[in-house]
C-alpha cells in the first residue's frame, strides 16, 4: 500500500530562517545538528 502525497509550501521567511539555523549550527561546528534536525522533522511528517 502506498502512501498519498501532500503539497507543501515553506514561505521565504521559513527558508531564511532554516538558513540561519543551518550558517549558526555549522559555525559552532556543530553542522551534524542540523542534519539531525532535518532528519527529525521528515520522520515525524511521515
Same mark, same amino acid.
Given at each position: 500500500? +502506498?502512501?498519498?502525497?501532500?503539497?507543501? %509550501?515553506?514561505? &521565504?521567511? #521559513?527558508?531564511?530562517?532554516?538558513? +540561519?539555523?543551518e550558517a549558526?549550527?555549522? %559555525?559552532?561546528? &556543530?553542522? #551534524?545538528?542540523?542534519?539531525?534536525?532535518?532528519?527529525?522533522?521528515?520522520?515525524?511528517?511521515?
Amino acid at each position: 500500500m +502506498t502512501e498519498g502525497l501532500y503539497r507543501v %509550501e515553506l514561505t &521565504a521567511s #521559513f527558508l531564511e530562517r532554516l538558513d +540561519t539555523a543551518e550558517a549558526f549550527l555549522t %559555525e559552532a561546528d &556543530a553542522a #551534524f545538528a542540523f542534519d539531525d534536525l532535518l532528519a527529525d522533522r521528515r520522520a515525524a511528517a511521515k
